[in-house]
């Protein structure tokens, strides 16, 4: 602000300057806000932003789960599957592969007639990744708040924003 860097609990005093009871809900002018609302803004950020997305989705997707042979773009394949990937990924990085497996180590279990491979799946593609996906969703390993895990939260919010596999 004014060509100093704010950090810390600068950058929090400055956030918050002018805001009170009497300007709740009213605009108040904030140079910091400004500033990252003009960036975040511009064609040019947005479009990093997105090549940023779909680098980050490729990393997630085609990764493989810890002990099988085919990538996880190759079970999950509807938007729903993806984004739950994609959040787990980006939230928790480093757990993705294992979650993955222990939701398919338990789809395989109850499931021992169906093919490993995925692309053997045909017509039960559909229902067979909406088994997994259901497993997956709430059990990947995710942040806890209060203990409790957050991804049965998230994952529903993605399940509403986006619908089942079918």
Not at 55 to 82: C, E, H, M, T, V
Not at 87 to 103: A, E, I
Not at 113 to 136: C, F, H, K, M, T
């Amino acid at each position: 602000m004014n060509g100093v860097r704010l950090i810390g609990p600068e950058l929090y005093k400055a956030l918050r300057r002018d805001c009170a009871k009497d300007t709740m809900g009213k605009p108040v002018k904030c140079p910091p806000v400004a500033s990252m609302a003009h960036g975040v803004s511009s064609p040019l950020y947005q479009e990093l932003q997105t090549k940023d997305f779909v680098d980050r989705l490729n990393q997630a997707i085609n990764k493989y789960p810890n002990g099988y042979s085919y990538r996880i773009s190759d079970y999950l394949q509807s938007p729903l599957g993806r984004a739950t990937v994609l959040d787990q990924d980006v939230n928790w990085l480093g757990q993705t592969s294992d979650s993955m497996r222990g939701s398919l180590d338990r789809f395989f279990s109850h499931n021992p007639q169906v093919s490993r491979n995925p692309a053997d799946w045909g017509a039960n593609r559909g229902s067979y990744e909406a088994s997994i996906l259901q497993d997956y969703g709430p059990t990947r390993a995710m942040a806890k708040v209060n203990g409790a895990s957050v991804a049965p939260g998230r994952y529903q919010h993605l399940v509403q924003a986006l619908g089942m596999p079918s």
